[in-house]
């Protein structure tokens, strides 16, 4: 019974052999503390993301993929190979961790700009592996992105509703910002209710502002014929195939 964990990376850490100090993280404002609330960097919730990934390591059977890309024109870096390097600087000495770098179970998806590319890409990466694809998903992210998971992307990717699930992990907030945050993370949700893959604007040019490489083919290393042509089909359409169902339902 295989279990994909996806850390859902947010930022790029420039300094991994200190990762606990806030200069060391490449942060964008809305990031960053505010001594005025009190409100600590985010970088402290990401440190936390990276040690739930960690954790779901000893359960039997598990994959981490860390998933995100070189948001940063000129970081050394893609989120995910920065997050690896943190999880190896602050845990890398535990038995357990070695022994799953070893077994290859902890992996970089480094080409996802954006949640519903967090969830597709890293997906493929396990398949790429494990030549099968996984019997559960837990996403360790922010917890007030549960329902853009749940109610969005795994919709949108047809995934069962007992296959998925979220471990929501949000920074200490203050009532206002996070009043704000929700707000403006509704907004986001009814984009992707309207463009579920994420293929048209505005959705489209976040992407491209994060560095998306339009030209990707995240199926590039399936080997698989019946599983690629499928699910590039079946992404080229943006809906479902109806003579097949998608091979991760079907597994």
């Known amino acids: 019974m295989g279990e994909l964990v996806i850390v859902c990376c947010h930022a790029i850490c420039v300094d991994t052999s200190n990762p606990y100090e806030e200069p060391s993280w490449l942060l ?139 471990q929501g992990i949000n920074p200490p907030f203050p009532l206002l910002e996070s009043r704000e945050v929700q707000r403006f993370e509704k907004e986001t949700v009814d984009l992707f209710l309207r463009d579920p893959h994420g293929v048209r604007e505005p959705l489209l040019s976040k992407r491209v502002a994060r560095g998306w490489c339009t030209n990707y083919d995240p199926l590039r290393n399936i080997q698989d014929p019946s599983v690629r042509d499928t699910v590039r089909n079946w992404l080229d359409r943006c809906e479902r195939v109806e003579h097949d169902s998608l091979p991760w339902i079907t597994r």
């Open 28 to 166: 964008k404002p809305f990031q960053r503390s505010n001594p005025s609330t009190g409100k600590p960097g985010e970088h402290e919730t990401f440190l936390l993301h990276i040690q739930a990934g960690v954790n779901a390591l000893r359960r039997e059977g598990t994959v981490l993929v860390f998933s995100g890309a070189k948001t940063e024109r000129d970081a050394p870096s893609s989120e995910a190979a920065s997050y690896l390097n943190v999880l190896m600087q602050c845990f890398g000495e535990s038995d357990f961790v070695q022994q799953a770098m070893a077994d290859g179970r902890i992996l970089c998806e480094d080409a996802a700009t954006d949640s519903y590319q967090n969830l597709l890409f890293s997906l493929v990466k396990y398949y790429e592996v494990e030549e099968a694809w996984p019997h559960m998903i837990t996403v360790i992210t922010h917890a007030f992105k549960e329902n853009r998971f749940l109610d969005g992307h795994a919709v949108a990717l047809e995934l069962p509703k007992e296959m998925i699930r979220v």
